[in-house]
């Protein structure tokens, strides 16, 4: 069976640069999925001369777990690559337990990476996950079909770092047969047969005959015409959204607002049916404030009854504040909004502020006793808008690793 390993390759060629000083990041359960994916990987970047990172999550569920670590290490160690082992650590769910699991796998995952150095992180997804969720789809759920590239789906954790999972053309059992074809044995986690959990029921209901039918999300045409402003909002011509999906919608929200919880399916539609309209429009939705007159929509940050964080750096520290800006600093520092705050900033920075959309005033990030960086240098820190690459990287216009 060395079409799967042909595959594989073919896939990476495609998505990963042949020469890079960062590592390859490979998520590893030790079930036969992810092994197959380590050991491809494996070979793939030692013709290439790139280093290969294994990372490991412990979700501290069962009683196995430690001794799947360590499994884990051992091919690891037996592939030549660095090792990292993660924990999911403190109180767990009583209800909604594997959807928590995948969120704390997916955070933990995206600071290992980053700390690394790696952009990239191989995900052994297959064919047969793909039918999976549209099963689970069928019977009521909202669970998306794995997509071969995708940004990290943690956030602000995973910003900056992307999801290739480059065995969508295989199914589950063609794997196990390559596996065994030469020797290997895996993990079995009981949990996927367990029909507690909705996707060891839609699992059980697969035929033999797994043919992948579910299409990935198509890039977005006119998303060029998206741009930012100083507030880290974002602005499209309305006419875009006329026809673009529902999910350019939630995604235009998510990414202004810093958020990462989409919004509802029935408020979605709402909002997408009254843009598709003419008359203007204000307007909340997860987290972001929606302002639409006949000519643009604006995407802003609405602080909400809550208001926004208060985040204290030390010195060489990078953070982000409120899931919008990433904030470096040389010197200790606290960031707020600025609602309230106005009117200590120097007069070109109001005249700045004067230039932006009211409702995105109040939001902007403040340094007190420095101003804000988003409207005028300050001294040893650095403040990085992320909503609109992170818009770019949703819709599919960053396709490959970054140099």
Do not use: Y
Request: aromatic share 4%; charged share 25%; hydrophobic share 45%.
């Amino acid at each position: 069976m060395r079409g799967l390993t042909a595959a594989v390759h073919k896939v990476l060629d495609r998505r990963l640069l042949s020469a890079s000083p960062a590592p390859i990041a490979v998520a590893l359960s030790g079930g036969g999925d992810s092994l197959a994916l380590s050991l491809i990987a494996a070979d793939w970047s030692k013709v290439r001369r790139r280093r290969l990172l294994i990372l490991t999550v412990d979700h501290g569920l069962r009683a196995e777990s430690a001794a799947w670590t360590r499994a884990c290490a051992a091919t690891a160690d037996r592939l030549g690559a660095d090792f990292r082992a993660l924990a999911w650590e403190g109180d767990k769910p009583a209800t909604g337990l594997p959807a928590a699991a995948r969120s704390a796998r997916h955070r933990l995952i995206a600071d290992a990476a980053r700390a690394a150095g790696a952009k990239v992180v191989l995900m052994g997804h297959t064919a047969s996950d793909r039918l999976e969720a549209a099963a689970m789809r069928q019977a009521g759920a909202s669970t998306p079909s794995p997509r071969e590239w995708s940004p990290s789906p943690a956030w602000p954790q995973g910003r900056d770092a992307f999801l290739l999972r480059p065995m969508l053309s295989q199914t589950r059992a063609e794997i196990r047969a390559w596996l065994a074809e030469r020797g290997e044995t895996w993990i079995e986690d009981p949990a996927n047969e367990d029909p507690r959990f909705a996707r060891a029921r839609a699992r059980a209901t697969l035929t033999g005959d797994e043919t992948d039918t579910v299409l990935s999300t198509p890039v977005l045409a006119g998303l060029a015409l998206a741009t930012a402003d100083l507030a880290g909002g974002l602005a499209t011509p309305r006419a875009l959204l006329r026809g673009a999906p529902a999910a350019f919608l939630a995604a235009a929200c998510l990414c202004a607002a810093g958020t990462a919880r989409p919004p509802r399916g029935d408020r979605l539609k709402r909002l997408a049916d009254i843009l598709r309209g003419e008359r203007d429009l204000t307007a909340t939705l997860a987290g972001a404030r929606i302002e639409a007159d006949q000519r643009d929509v604006r995407f802003l940050r609405d602080p909400g009854r809550a208001g926004l964080e208060i985040l204290s750096l030390a010195a060489g520290h990078t953070a982000v504040w409120d899931g919008r800006f990433e904030i470096t600093t040389d010197r200790p520092i606290v960031v707020q909004a600025l609602a309230g705050h106005a009117a200590s900033l120097s007069p070109a920075c109001r005249s700045a502020l004067q230039r932006l959309p009211a409702g995105a005033r109040g939001g902007l990030p403040f340094i007190p006793g420095a101003g804000s960086p988003v409207l005028a240098a300050v001294p040893k820190v650095l403040a990085r808008p992320l909503a609109l690459h992170r818009l770019r990287a949703a819709c599919g216009l960053i396709d490959r690793e970054p140099a």
